[in-house]
T-cell receptor, first 114, second 112 residues
Framework: QKEVEQNSGPLSVPEGAIASLNCTYS??????FFWYRQYSGKSPELIMF????GDKEDGRFTAQLNKASQYVSLLIRDSQPSDSATYLC??????????????FGQGTRLTINP | DGGITQSPKYLFRKEGQNVTLSCEQN?????MYWYRQDPGQGLRLIYY???????QKGDIAEGYSVSREKKESFPLTVTSAQKNPTAFYLC???????????FGQGTRLTVV
């Protein structure tokens, strides 16, 4: 089982609709969860982070975390063509050396159709 | 301006050569990371460092080496032992106690 899993897509959503992206993780000790957006050929940019169970909203974006189910999601409301990108889920995991490492899923490619 | 600078943007390497990718940050971040991304894939962790003079192997460290002699700098050497080095390499950094990591612009390495 991969440490962080995402459906690779592609996910196709009409403009103005809600896009829903999902992520599951294997390490129950994980404390911090992140969503990055990556345009083709570019580096990832952080768009949301969440530490506590429940929902966190920022503009058109909502992150949802359920630690009992080991599940993180990202909702994008009123989807725009500029939202078309690959979305990467990342999870902070502790290591046996005491340091913490950030582990990424394989990403979900999202296309918003005008 | 504060940020993370990776150089070069594009790098070509002949088989059997070692190459070093540069990563510098002026954000006063403690932690630094190196990731590799292959086409259509997610990011895989190569090495990470929480403090100066200390670093840990990630999931795919074989064929790579790093150093952390200064807080600002975390260079990655791709050695000849790395069997398939052609990839997009990304450096990231974050504050101590936080893993809101921010990325450099990446180095695209091609073996010719």
């Amino acid at each position: 089982q991969k440490e962080v899993e995402q459906n690779s897509g592609p996910l196709s959503v009409p403009e103005g609709a809600i896009a829903s992206l999902n992520c599951t993780y294997s390490d129950r000790g994980s404390q911090s969860f992140f969503w990055y957006r990556q345009y083709s050929g570019k580096s990832p940019e952080l768009i949301m982070f969440i530490y506590s169970n429940g929902d966190k909203e920022d503009g058109r974006f909502t992150a949802q975390l359920n630690k009992a189910s080991q599940y993180v999601s990202l909702l994008i409301r009123d989807s725009q063509p500029s939202d078309s990108a690959t979305y990467l889920c990342a999870v902070n995991q502790g290591s046996d050396q005491g340091a913490q490492k950030l582990v990424f899923g394989q990403g979900t490619r999202l296309t918003i159709n005008p | 301006d504060g940020g993370i600078t990776q150089s070069p943007k594009y790098l070509f390497r002949k088989e059997g050569q070692n190459v070093t990718l540069s990563c510098e940050q002026n954000l006063n971040h403690d932690a630094m990371y190196w990731y590799r991304q292959d086409p259509g894939q997610g990011l895989r962790l190569i090495y990470y460092s929480q403090i100066v003079n200390d670093f840990q192997k990630g999931d795919i460290a074989e064929g790579y080496s790093v150093s952390r002699e200064k807080k600002e700098s975390f260079p990655l050497t791709v050695t000849s032992a790395q069997k398939n080095p052609t990839a997009f390499y990304l450096c990231a950094s974050s504050k101590w106690g936080s893993t809101e990591a921010f990325f450099g612009q990446g180095t695209r390495l091609t073996v010719v």
